[in-house]
């Protein structure tokens, strides 16, 4: 593994971010006065912003001969799921089929 | 267990028991043969146990001819039986089955295997590599493919074939409605062979990304090898859809679960849309291949590059990813609301826009080229116009609106065949008439070519043209009879004549095989169609390690610019080293011989038998896990052997016979 610095800045970093996520998710559920629902959104959309930050910052998925080849196989994994995952439930529950 | 014996070998029908008595015969008869001429040991080494690319690419080849015969003899069935109103000679429940035979046949059987037969025979020589990325997985892809069709195959003579169509909708598909045990056939036997087109797909991604010669990069690869890529990367995402939902079938029908049936809370809507999920996918799965084998056909006998390289691969790209997101043409008469109906209906047509594309790129290549009128370049001309019908016809049958006209009649059948055969069918005989030197050292049969060519494409236009009008006259498919005063006749027979001619047509391709196994020239050069790419730089047939030495590639068409630099054949011994080649391995064949053994007893609900053939599986998995065996060196001496008998040493090459 080559980096460009000797001391790890980009580890740092994305620890820092990832705790600092972390507390707000935590902050979040047992602090803030809304709805479930909104809850469960918010730290939802927290777990799939961390989740990307650590690809990037500990898993450096950019780097390296394949960095290119990773983020268009994830962006592609994204895709298919969602097409699948949401398309069914759309076309399934939409229309005189689901009524 | 739940075996029921009387109930597997299928009796009483003459059609039946005549074919038994034949598959029994002909299993006599290949023993015998092996055991007379003692080539058994052959067969073994050089075949079953093989991981070389090359061989497997011909054993799925060879796989594909054999699922050709079959389902092509299911096609002229229904023909026959629908030749003239209210025939006899199958009944409803023949024609049910052998339409869904010779559907999953030609599909996953006989296009799947021929596609990535050719594939797995070019692709590594394209790309200047040793061999695929994994051999051993590659040879594991073959055997598993092979079990499920061979499993599926048995059905018709041992428990009774799927009868619910190729698309197996439920709840006709589920137990309630279809009791037998045939509908197990489809869940298990495609549930084999699914795995092993999954992991091809993996390799050939590992194989292309990875194994490439020195120089070529991805805009420089061969559009076959772009095509197999992009392919794979569709197969990796499609195939685990269609594995999900045949193991939802599974449970459906095995274990009493209930995801597609109509009580206790299932959709069976859910199954036509997971198919489709799968199915859509799974037809650019074998027309882009297809696709490709055109484009180095024609460029190869235009004595031109490709035009508008980038423009096509653009558009492969581009249909790959609509290919995800036109499911629902599948099934528009679901009414699943306008808004659905409308996305699907706009993707759908917006497909038409790459492949336009590629059909002009094709056009334009020609355009001004030197043009050579061989056989593989025949079909390749022929492909164009053919393939064009079916896809206006795809275009009409895109409009959601229109399409509850259409749907369900001849129509569609007339439509798809006009993609599937101009696009799969010419594409694998252009492949076959333009790679066969490479791969055995000999040519086909030019003249039996072209007899074969013109019987087979006049014969399939008389055959599907008139089911475009029974289709818009109301005939509707599936339906195994007519009356006479529906006036379908004159087409019905008009069209079973057609197919009596493609089948002619497959016969001499037949003939033509054994012709030229018999009588044509074996000194064949390694390039005897002058042709582009770097498959044709080293031996015909290749030899097992393909190069001595890994080319250098400076721009597309590598091949055919080393040639106009006059650099092809210079091989300095001083460049040899030794070659690192992988081992041969029987347990890629015993993993087939257990699967196959597993799923026939999963197919009769034979629980306890399946469990108990399953702990086989679990053994071949431990073994490879302690197979230790990382290949053998080919040493210098033994490469420079094999190089001087078919070059020699300035760099010339002998005996040039064209
Ligand atoms: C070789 C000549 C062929 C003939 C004579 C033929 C004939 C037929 C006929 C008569 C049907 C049934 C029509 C009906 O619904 O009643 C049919 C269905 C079908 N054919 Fe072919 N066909 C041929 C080749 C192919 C090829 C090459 C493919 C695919 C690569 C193919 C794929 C299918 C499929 C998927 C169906 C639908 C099966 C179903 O309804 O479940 N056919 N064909
Ligand atoms: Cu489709």
Known sequence: ?99 | MGIKWNEIFVGGDPLLVGSQIAIVLTVVAIVVGLTYFKKWGWLWREWLTTVDHKKIGIMYILSGVLMFFRGGIDGLLMKAQTARPEMNFLDAQHYNEIFTTHGVIMILFMAMPFLIGLMNVVVPLQIGARDVAFPQLNALSFWLFFSGAMLFNISFVVGGSPDAGWTSYFPLAGKEFSPGIGNNYYAIALQIAGLGTLMTGINFIVTILKMRAPGMTLMKMPMFTWTTLITSIIIVAAFPIFTVALALMTFDRLYGTHFFTLSSGGSDMLWANLFWLWGHPEVYIVILPAFGIFSEVIATFSRKTLFGYTSMVVSIVGIAFLSMIVWVHHFYTMDAGPAVNSFFSITTMLIAVPTGVKIFNWLFTMRKGRIQFTTAMLWALAFVPNFVIGGVTGVMLAMAAADYQYHNTLFLVAHFHYVLIPGVVFAVFAGLYYWWPKMFGFMLNEKLGKYHFWLFVIGFNVTFMPMFFLGLKGAVRRAYTYSAESGFAPLFLVSAIGSIILAIGFAVFCYNIYWSFRYAKRNVSHDPWDARTLEWMTASPVQFYNFAVVPEVKQLDAFWHMKKRGETLTLKESDIKKIHMPSNSGLPFYMAVVFGITGFFLVFEAHIAAAVAAIGIVIGLVIRSFDYNDGYYVSVDEIKRTERTWRNVEGGTENHVG
């Open chain 1, 1 to 99: 593994m080559e980096h460009k610095s000797k001391y790890p800045v980009s580890h740092v970093v994305g620890f820092f971010f990832s705790l600092i996520l972390t507390f707000v998710a935590v902050f979040v559920a047992l602090k803030m006065n809304v709805s479930y629902t909104i809850v469960m959104w918010i730290i939802g959309s927290l777990a799939v912003v961390q989740a990307g930050l650590q690809l990037f910052m500990f898993m450096h998925v950019t780097e390296g001969e394949d960095g290119k080849t990773n983020v268009i196989n994830m962006a592609y994994a994204v895709f298919v799921a969602i097409v699948i995952v949401a398309g069914s439930i759309w076309v399934l529950t939409s229309g005189h089929a689901a009524h």
